[in-house]
């Protein structure tokens, strides 16, 4: 996968595996993503396991992008929220693949934070975005509803 950003990862610093340390964005339109849970259309939250949320979550992803004329290339940065560290760790071999499945090979900038509880109580991953596309044509895709 292609990215029309810049991946930096300077010699001196702990090899990346997964992410990026530094990403300088392309020009373009600047996309901020809500935070998404593994809910789906119904509202319904959608798996049990740390990897089963990831996976329906970075599917919103995904969809919430395609809808800003956006893909997973553009992501310049990604922060993971959950409320299992321990799980996550245990589930980095599943989570890898499904993180590839979604995003390619395209790693940004990533963090991981351990939190206490997210909005939903059942909930246990949460995908907070940033992306930056290419401008916008003439004809700027939608799909969404508008305020």
């Known amino acids: 996968m292609t990215t029309p950003h810049r991946i930096v990862n300077p010699p001196g610093m702990s090899r990346a595996v997964g992410f990026a340390h530094a990403v300088v964005a392309a020009a373009g339109r600047t996309v901020y993503l ?4 593994a809910h789906g259309a119904d509202g319904e939250l959608r798996g049990g396991t740390v990897a089963e949320q990831f ?10 992008l395609a809808a800003c004329g ?3 290339a553009h992501l310049v940065s990604l922060h993971i929220y ?3 560290v ?24 990533t963090a991981l934070f351990g ?8 909930a246990v991953v ?14 700027e895709p939608g799909g969404g509803e508008h305020q």
Request: proline residues 6%; glycine residues 10%; negative net charge.
């Open 34 to 37: 809500g935070g998404q849970t």
């Open 55 to 64: 996976d329906a979550a970075a599917d919103n992803v995904v969809t919430a």
């Open 70 to 72: 956006a893909e997973p």
């Open 82 to 84: 959950t409320t299992d």
């Open 86 to 109: 321990a799980g996550y760790r245990e589930a980095l071999g599943e989570l890898g693949v499904i993180y590839r499945r979604h995003f390619g090979r395209h790693y940004p900038a």
């Open 115 to 122: 939190v206490r509880e997210l909005f939903d109580p059942a």
């Open 126 to 139: 949460e995908l907070v975005c940033v992306a930056v596309a290419p401008a916008a044509s003439a004809a």
